[in-house]
T-cell receptor
């Protein structure tokens, strides 16, 4: 089944403790992206990647890091999480042919930073 | 003015009614117009997309784009309780690599 897999689905952590949210896609997609979704603010892009070793900032990159060492994986790293990073996070992927409209989203990671 | 505006709802309609969901936008460069559906505790999924102006129909769903008014709509005919979800409009500029702009979503409840 074609899908984007995120782990974990739920995570509670403490301020300052480094964490990684993993994202993997099995569709050989070139484009991958991370979003956060907050009530009243909608989906906001954190980082995106156009291919292996090519990443760039989205709208809200502060406090996050990403890497794209393999085509299928695009982990999101929070080096020193803070409470304002409590949110619902989505990873998404797209082929180069559908990059303007056709993203496949994962099921989300609900992160709580206390 | 925000790039994409969407009424958050909630919108409650009886089963079988026609639903109309709308978004306005300010950037005339947008060329792709999308509707994503998001069920509770799930990621958004692409419902329909339209390139440039016009209408597109897929079963009970019709997407309309009016570029002169910077206004897009999604119509759902014969609405079902399974249509209850949050609907996000989204837009992008062709050949831009970085960004699809999403509306904040409208929560829709179809009452049995």
């Amino acid at each position: 089944e074609a899908q984007v897999t995120q782990n974990p689905r739920y995570l509670i952590t403490v301020t300052g403790k480094k964490l990684t949210v993993t994202c993997s896609q099995n569709m050989n997609h070139e484009y991958m992206s991370w979003y956060r979704q907050d009530p009243g603010l909608g989906l906001r892009q954190i980082y995106y990647s156009m291919n292996v070793e090519v990443t760039d900032k989205g709208d809200v990159p502060e406090g996050y890091k990403v890497s794209r060492k393999e085509k299928r994986n695009f982990p999101l790293i929070l080096e020193s999480p803070s409470p304002n990073q409590t949110s619902l996070y989505f990873c998404a992927s797209s082929s180069i042919h559908t990059k303007n409209y056709g993203y496949t989203f994962g099921s989300g990671t609900r992160l709580t930073v206390v | 003015q925000k790039e994409v505006e969407q009424d958050p709802g909630p919108l409650s309609v009886p089963e079988g009614a026609i639903v109309s969901l709308n978004c306005t936008y300010s950037n005339s460069a947008f060329q792709y117009f999308m509707w994503y559906r998001q069920y509770s505790r799930k990621g958004p999924e692409l419902l329909m997309y339209t390139y440039s102006s016009g209408n597109k129909e897929d079963g009970r769903f019709t997407a309309q784009v009016d570029k002169s008014s910077k206004y897009i709509s999604l119509f759902i005919r014969d609405s079902q309780p399974s249509d209850s979800a949050t609907y996000l409009c989204a837009m992008s500029v062709m050949n831009r690599d970085d960004k699809i702009i999403f509306g904040k979503g409208t929560r829709l409840h179809i009452l049995p």
